[in-house]
């Protein structure tokens, strides 16, 4: 598999009262967004997703992927992450069948457990169940994208003789992601050789997941590293810093309510000046973010990175500035340094 870097854009289409706008204008301001972007030449566009939240939290990404699919010809579609509890692993493969032949063989698929209690009690799920839906939604995603009848027995999923139909454009189904925050989730993502979505410091996810990997005889240079790290373009960090801190936060008081229900489970990263961890925004001129996402890049050993489009509250116009210079100025000279081609 090449490893060549791929650079691209975050989104959660989140949208407090702040920005203005209705839902529907936010979701055809980003559609107009995305379409640009591709023109421009980035690699990829990622989504989250989680459910029951007020300002509208993309519960569902797949649609979505499709709506943009029709209007790009070479971005990828990938979720960080599909929450594989609430997901039929069925369905999601069949979902993910139609997906890929829309987008012509362009989706991928990162998947994690959940840990938000308030979602669980939406879909009438105690949160002990989460572990054994994700191990077992793996296995049938895993056999789903062989592209061959199979029967599966398990504690949650039981099938016989079933067929994703239609067929894959992408040989073997789409790449396969896992995120992961603990030594526990590493070791579940080498257990089916995904890729990795590494969530903190790397101590705790990627070293695991690369130790495992070489023990079970794979090698870890036919895999993908990949993290949201966030960047703002900007020549006057104080007059444009301001307004995106402040939609981070509104970003991170979710997470962190999330995380204090879920007693301290889960969550990401908070917004830390100074250290190279996931989820943290670099911001500063064209110089300035070249050297700090490569120096990330480095460290991490990545080969996927993204940036949030549009943080909370904010319109697409608001970003549309950095987003372009992200594109047209800091994205090429990563790849010169890294290896890739927005023509790739």
């Known amino acids: 598999m090449a490893r060549d870097l791929r650079l691209g854009v975050a989104y959660d289409f989140r949208n407090p009262p702040e920005s203005g706008l209705t839902h529907r204008d936010l979701y055809a301001s980003i559609m107009e967004q995305v379409g640009w972007l591709d023109g421009l030449g980035l690699d990829l566009v990622w989504f989250t997703e989680h459910h029951f939240v007020e300002d509208g939290y993309l519960p569902s990404w797949i649609p979505v992927a499709a709506a943009m699919a029709t209007r790009t010809k070479r971005v990828r579609f990938s979720c960080d992450v599909c929450l594989l509890p609430f997901n039929h692993p069925l369905r999601l493969a069949e979902d993910l069948a139609v997906l890929d032949n829309i987008s012509g063989g362009r989706v991928e698929i990162g998947v994690g457990m959940g840990y938000a209690p308030h979602e669980f009690r939406g879909f009438g799920l105690p949160v002990s169940r989460r572990v054994s839906l994700t191990d077992e939604g793996l296995d049938v995603l895993k056999l789903a994208f062989t592209g061959q009848t199979f029967s599966y027995r398990g504690k949650r999923y039981a099938f016989e003789d079933v067929k994703i139909a239609p ?10 992601w896992v995120a992961a925050m ?3 989730g590493a070791l579940r993502a080498a257990r089916v050789g995904a890729n990795l979505l590494p969530q903190g410091p790397r101590v705790q996810s990627l070293d695991p997941w690369l130790a495992r990997l070489k023990a ?4 870890p240079a036919a895999h993908r590293i990949g993290i949201i790290r966030s960047c703002l373009v900007t020549d006057d960090r104080e007059r444009d ?3 995106v801190r402040l939609a981070e936060r509104r ?3 979710v997470y962190d309510r999330f995380r204090r229900e879920s007693g301290g489970h889960g969550g990401v990263a908070g917004i830390v000046e100074g250290e190279r961890i996931p989820q943290t925004w670099v911001v500063g001129n064209v110089e300035h973010c070249v050297s700090e996402l490569a120096a990330f890049i480095r460290e991490y050993g990545l080969t996927d990175i993204v940036s949030w489009a549009v943080p909370p509250g904010l319109r ?4 549309a500035a950095s987003l372009e210079r992200y594109a047209r100025d800091v994205a090429p000279r990563l790849r010169a340094m890294f290896g890739g081609s927005c023509s790739s």
């Not at 079970?216 to 090698?219: C, P």
């Not at 697409?316 to 970003?319: A, G, I």
Request: charged share 25%.
């Open 182 to 184: 603990s030594e526990a």
């Open 251 to 253: 970003r991170m008081a």
């Open 216 to 219: 079970d005889g794979r090698d």
């Open 241 to 243: 810093w301001g307004a």
């Open 167 to 176: 067929g894959y454009v992408q040989a073997g189904g789409p790449p396969l």
């Open 316 to 319: 697409p116009d608001d970003m």
